[in-house]
């Protein structure tokens, strides 16, 4: 039976499921949690690129959703744009702020760069908080009603649902691509062995440094797409360190460098967030955080590989066990 | 006269920043590891001397002892059940390991204490002293100096005694030290038990001056973070002159621009540290 489950079958059965999905379950509650299961997703794997792949551990990736979901907001109260306009805009500050951080820290061993990505967050964070231009600590709103479908703000959800599964599925695609490309086994070797790397001539410093423009690029856009759906931006829900700590365990939860990793964990995490905060009430968010530095814990102790590497294990095991018991 | 107190007294929390400073910096150059819930360890020292005043009545000598051995014992107990086990695994379990801590300690912190502000109730150390026209608390006065001492005292264990050859023989050549029959694993455990204890006495000479929350441990982690970079990893040393410095200039920047800028203005100077000096002032990278 798993034999049949063959890759090529499991994804159109992924893809079927996904594109049906608001269409069978059509209740408010199950479109809210589709939708937030899309954007960890999305903002999962672009984290992947560079602290999957490259084994570049980021703490501070809220830096370039945040840049991507406070420009089209900006644009649109400064000059009345509507808000998709200033999706470049974030990407390419994005990217900037990437070659800013990177160029320093990949110079130096991993542990720096993850010390940079938190501070270079917080510091932003708070200087968003006092900064007039942008709204300081109250924040940024976007158009209330639409005032064309160019203002992309609907009243359901379904829009926003498929919306937002493009942008998964072109970021898939990309990342597949790298995966077979020589920037993908450059990557890999860097995660491997930083010094082997560069003795067999990979460009280490460019490569981590490009992993790391293309995983802000599409981060940016993932904060571009919340903002765009929600109409509202304040300094903590765009460069709060939680907003880093979802992308760090959504990815590690299902497997860190695998391409249906962050799926897979936002599959599993998206739905225990909004459980825990209905069992618990209004408070359940103090919950939801102590639940997840649990789940990192417990991750990095016992399963650094994420259900990915648990499954490749466990698999062959569940094979035989089910196979002797069919052939019986 | 107004300005000289402002030196004064960020020289003073300063102190404190080195003293905590200390114990990150001591982690990172016995075992190339970073602590992220370093922080979240002074945070604790705070509800420990909060939790030993306000159950036990205890005055300052007992709940800064009971503050340095409760995190001692839980830095032993964090090692041996969670860091030696990620210790030899890939980067991605190092960093998420403290990480997922900082976030638990934390959020516990505030689902048990509540977000509130708290602070002691008034000890045998409260009141002023007026230094020649400098007015200070003494509280202040007692936490910066005993914080200078206990980080010179953490240096010269390190460069002094037996034990510390023996700590830094481990951070040098691991493979090395072991043929000198030293176990390495038992000194990692040690430079913990030290790293987290520093941090607990830090947290509760803190709580004597200083009201605080659960959201300090963030804070004062980052701190640690520029104190360390500025003063070079793994050098106590350098984060005792470093912390002084970092404090200074928390004081003068929030005496200048305002109190929201002190963050802002150590965090700017910790990206320009990693742009043009990373080794720091005295490391070696």
């Known amino acids: ?328 | 006269m107004v300005f000289l107190q402002v030196i004064v007294g960020g020289l003073l929390l300063g102190a404190i920043y080195a003293l905590f400073s200390s114990g990150l910096t001591l982690i990172w150059g016995m075992m190339n590891f970073i602590n992220f819930a370093h922080g979240e360890f002074v945070m604790l020292g705070m509800y420990v001397a909060f939790l030993v005043v306000v159950w036990l009545g205890g005055g300052p000598a007992v709940f800064i002892i009971a503050a340095a051995m409760a995190l001692l014992v839980l830095g032993v107990g964090i090692y041996l059940s969670l860091i030696r086990h990620v210790i030899r695994g890939p980067m991605l379990a190092q960093i998420l390991s403290t990480f997922g801590l900082a976030l638990l300690l934390r959020y516990s912190a505030f689902y048990i204490f509540s977000a509130n502000f708290v602070s002691l109730p008034q000890t045998w150390l409260a009141g002023t002293i007026n230094l020649g026209g400098i007015f200070l608390p003494v509280a202040q006065l007692v936490g910066g100096v005993l914080a200078i001492a206990l980080t010179l005292a953490l240096h010269l264990l390190l460069t002094r005694s037996a034990m510390g050859s023996r700590l830094l023989a481990v951070a040098e050549d691991r493979a090395a030290a072991m043929l000198m029959g030293i176990r390495p694993d038992r000194m990692q455990m040690l430079a913990w038990g030290l790293s987290a204890g520093a941090a607990g006495i830090a947290g509760a000479l803190l709580a004597t001056a200083y009201p605080w929350s659960p959201s300090v441990g963030e804070t004062f982690g980052l701190i640690a973070f520029v104190v360390v970079a500025l003063g070079g990893f793994g050098s106590v040393l350098g984060s005792l002159y470093a912390g002084l410095i970092i404090g200074l200039i928390q004081a003068i920047s929030a005496f200048w621009l305002g109190a929201i800028y002190k963050d802002i203005v150590v965090y700017g100077l910790f990206v320009a540290l990693l742009w043009f000096r990373p080794q720091g002032l005295m490391g070696k990278v």
């Open chain 1, 1 to 328: 039976m798993i034999k049949a489950l063959s890759p090529r079958l499991a994804i159109i059965l992924l893809a079927a499921a996904l594109l049906l999905y608001p269409l069978v379950l059509s209740g408010a509650f199950y479109r809210d949690i589709g939708v937030a299961f899309l954007l960890a997703a999305i903002s999962a794997s672009a984290w992947n690129i560079v602290g999957g792949y490259a084994g570049q551990v980021s703490v501070g990736h809220s830096m370039f959703f945040g840049l991507g979901a406070y420009t089209p907001l900006l644009f649109y109260s400064l000059w009345g744009w509507p808000p998709i306009a200033g999706i470049p805009a974030g990407i390419a500050l994005s990217i900037g702020l990437s070659l800013l951080i990177g160029m320093p820290t990949f110079r130096l061993t991993g542990h720096y760069f993850s010390m940079a990505t938190i501070a270079v967050a917080e510091l932003i964070r708070i200087f968003t908080g006092t900064w007039d231009f942008v709204g300081a600590a109250i924040g940024l709103q976007g158009p209330a009603i639409a005032r064309g479908w160019w203002d992309l703000t609907f009243r359901s959800e379904v829009p926003y649902y498929y919306l937002f599964l493009a942008v998964l599925a072109l970021l898939l695609a990309v990342t597949t691509f790298i995966e077979r490309r020589r920037f993908g086994f450059y990557l890999r070797a860097i995660k491997a062995s930083e010094r082997a790397a560069r003795s067999l001539g990979v460009p280490v410093r460019r490569t981590k440094m490009q992993a790391l423009a293309l995983s802000a690029a599409f981060t940016s856009v993932a904060g571009s797409l919340y903002v765009i759906k929600t109409g509202f931006i304040d300094p903590d829900s765009a460069f709060g360190i939680l907003i880093s700590v979802q992308m760090v365990i959504v990815a590690a939860l299902g497997g860190a460098g695998t391409l249906f990793g962050p799926l897979v964990g936002a599959l599993i995490l998206i739905p225990l967030q909004s459980a825990t905060n209905t069992w618990f009430g209004g408070g359940g968010s103090g919950l939801t955080y102590i639940l997840y530095g649990g789940i990192i814990v417990l991750i990095a102790r016992f399963e650094p590989g994420g259900l990915f590497e648990l499954w490749q294990r466990v698999a062959p095991a569940l094979h035989k066990l089910l196979g002797k018991r069919l052939h019986v």
